[in-house]
């Protein structure tokens, strides 16, 4: 099983700043099989990027994903209010797909 | 567009039995993996089951396996999860998921609350 690690498990910023979340892998991951999630309280999980950095429809270009290997980063360059919530990475290349478990953005 | 709806969820005693079912719509559903996902109160995303397209694959986490059961019937765009011998442990939002291994879980249903108290 991959196991994906997220870091920090809390990230306090500011509006206006910029983020950069970390998703680390156990084990090597194809690009192609890495996506970011974003959930806010009561509502299911969105689709931000996918393939690693590839924006998902309608998802702001202040949001973009990087990496390879095993160390992927979401980054959001400009934080806007309603970008403080919980991201998710999560691989689906390999059974079981796993997920990371989380980091929340709050502000500070 | 897509939809994805569940249904069956609710409130049951410990060893109890539930089957939640999810109706999908916008896309050909026989062409698609699917999974359910569960989140327990404040915690993080679980993938606990998955089918194959076709159904003659499936995938269970350990923490389940035994006690559920995911099917799909193709003909009528809807998968199903039976929840068999129930702990509190199992109570969770559960999310019905378009994508399997290999494809993105592009589309989520709004969830459904299965509540395992006595």
């Known amino acids: 099983e991959i196991v994906l690690t997220q870091s920090p498990g809390t990230l306090s910023l500011s509006p206006g700043e910029r983020a950069t979340l970390s998703c680390r892998a156990s084990q090597s991951i194809s690009i192609s099989n890495l996506a970011w999630y974003q959930q806010k309280p009561g509502q299911a999980p969105r689709l931000l990027i996918y393939g690693a950095s590839t924006r998902a429809t309608g998802i702001p270009d202040r949001f973009s994903g990087s990496g390879s290997g095993t160390d992927f980063t979401l980054t959001i360059s400009r934080l806007e209010p309603e970008d403080f919530e919980v991201y998710y990475c999560q691989q689906f290349g390999s059974s079981p797909v796993t997920f990371g478990q989380g980091t929340r953005l709050e502000i500070k | 567009e897509v939809q994805l709806v569940e249904s069956g969820g609710g409130l049951v005693q410990p060893g109890g039995s539930l089957r939640l079912s999810c109706a999908a719509s916008g896309f050909i559903f026989s062409n698609y993996g699917m999974s359910w996902v569960r989140q327990a109160p404040g915690e993080g995303l679980d993938r606990i089951s998955a089918i194959s397209p076709s159904g003659s694959i499936t995938y269970y986490a350990d923490s389940v396996k035994g ?52």
């Open chain 2, 67 to 118: 006690r559920f059961t995911i099917s799909r019937d193709n003909s009528k765009n809807t998968m199903q999860l039976q929840m068999d011998s129930l702990r509190v442990e199992d109570t969770a939002v559960y999310y019905c998921v378009k994508g399997g291994v290999g494809f993105v879980s592009d589309y989520w249903g709004q969830g459904i609350l299965v509540l395992v108290s006595s």
